[in-house]
Each structure stands twice: as structure tokens, then as C-alpha cells.
């Protein structure tokens, strides 16, 4: 199993700045991923965080409103910029661990980020 | 592209009932299949993973099951307690490797 941690566990910005966010696992994990999830609304995948390599991002989202680093294989930070309130969402990091059919997902508590 | 359901949308039932939740996809060349459930404002909890060559799996008073080829899986919650209430979705995998994509999940609501 994989225990993730984030932070911040909430933050409330200001339209037009920046905030990133931290995502520690606890143990080594192949694949990382950076998810939205707006109000009432299930998960999108924003993108998938490649250790060494750049970010593999989904349709609908670009890397320069949602840079994503991840220097090695326990930590990956996803920044959100230039921030509008429709950014306003829940961001989870997940991480998969096991081998096989067995791979699991596991997930962080999430981001609550409010733009003003 | 996988496109997942779920139904119902919402259940509501008093404490004691067993429940089943249902989710589809569309495509059936799926590698595994997990279960989560996600309490209001929090992350999400792992509940159930079936490979797919499996047809079930049980955890405490949770079941799943998974017909790949109809492209279906089930959520059985047997005496369903307060507890208990919360989002649960459905996630098919792909591939090793590749993320899951999420149904728009089920929310259940058991009343003491």
C-alpha cells in the first residue's frame, strides 16, 4: 500500500496568482497523478507526472497553466497558475503501487483551493 | 474513449438494507477495476480491486463482482450501517501503468 500525503490541505487565493502543491507517498511508486475535481462533479485527470521527464497532460490541459514537477519517485508538486475562480476545485494526487493486475491507486486528502 | 456510469444516482434507505450499486463501461478490454468511496470534502479510500481475471471480490460486508465482457460491475454493501454513507465510484484501468477513469459515482445515504 501507499500512504499519500499533501499539502496545503486548503488555501483560499487571490485571482491572477499562483499556488503549488506538494504530494509526499511514502514509499517508492511507479506512476503519479495529478486529478481535478470541481464541485459536484466526479475526477478529471489533469496529468500524469513522469519522475525525470516532463508531465504527460491530458486533453483540455496545458503546461503552462498547470506545470507539474517530480524529481524522483516518492514526490511531485502541481502548480496551478494565473488562477481564476473557475479554478476553484478539489486537486488530488494519486500514485499507483502494487505489480501486475494487482496495481492499486492510492489517494492524497486533497487540495480545497478557493480563487476570489 | 472508456465512458463510465453509474446507477443509481443518489440512493437513500434506512440502516439494516443491502444495497447494490451498479456501474458500466463501454470498454470491456479493461486490465482491473477498483472501487472507491469518498466522504464530502476528503480524499478518496480504496475499498475493492478486481483483476480482471477475476469475478469477485469481498472485503467485510462488501462485494464486488465484474462481467467484463458485458462491460458491468456490481457494489453489494450488506447491512448497511450510518457509517456508510458517502460517494462510492467505480474506476476501470486500462493498462498497467495508466490512470483510471472515474464513474460519476453513487451517493448513498443510510439513515440511523
Known amino acids: 500500500s501507499a500512504v499519500i500525503s499533501q499539502k496545503p490541505s486548503r488555501d483560499i487565493c487571490q485571482r491572477g496568482t499562483s499556488l503549488t502543491i506538494q504530494c509526499q507517498v511514502d514509499s517508492q511508486v511507479t506512476m503519479m497523478f495529478w486529478y481535478r475535481q470541481q464541485p459536484g462533479q466526479s475526477l478529471t485527470l489533469i496529468a500524469t507526472a513522469n519522475q525525470g521527464s516532463e508531465a504527460t497532460y491530458e486533453s483540455g490541459f496545458v503546461i503552462d497553466k498547470f506545470p507539474i514537477s517530480r524529481p524522483n519517485l516518492t514526490f511531485s508538486t502541481l502548480t496551478v497558475s494565473n488562477m481564476s475562480p473557475e479554478d476553484s476545485s478539489i486537486y488530488l494526487c494519486?500514485?499507483?503501487?502494487?505489480?501486475?493486475?494487482?496495481?492499486?491507486?492510492?489517494f492524497g486528502p486533497g487540495t480545497r483551493l478557493t480563487v476570489l | 474513449k472508456q465512458e463510465v456510469t453509474q446507477i443509481p444516482a443518489a440512493l437513500s434507505v434506512p440502516e439494516g438494507e443491502n444495497l447494490v450499486l451498479n456501474c458500466s463501461f463501454t470498454?470491456?478490454?479493461?486490465?482491473?477495476l477498483q472501487w472507491f468511496r469518498q466522504d464530502p470534502g476528503k480524499g478518496l479510500t480504496s475499498l475493492l480491486l478486481i483483476q480482471s481475471s477475476q469475478r469477485e471480490q469481498t472485503s467485510g460486508r462488501l462485494n464486488a463482482s465484474l462481467d467484463k465482457s458485458s462491460g458491468r460491475s456490481t457494489l453489494y454493501i450488506a447491512a448497511s450501517q450510518p457509517g456508510d454513507s458517502a460517494t462510492y465510484l467505480c474506476?476501470?484501468?486500462?493498462?498497467?501503468?495508466?490512470?483510471?477513469?472515474f464513474g460519476p459515482g453513487t451517493r448513498l445515504s443510510v439513515l440511523p
Open positions: 470498454d470491456s478490454a479493461i486490465y482491473n
Open positions: 474506476a476501470p484501468k486500462r493498462n498497467y501503468g495508466q490512470n483510471f477513469v
Open positions: 494519486s500514485a499507483s503501487a502494487g505489480r501486475g493486475m494487482t496495481d492499486t491507486q492510492y
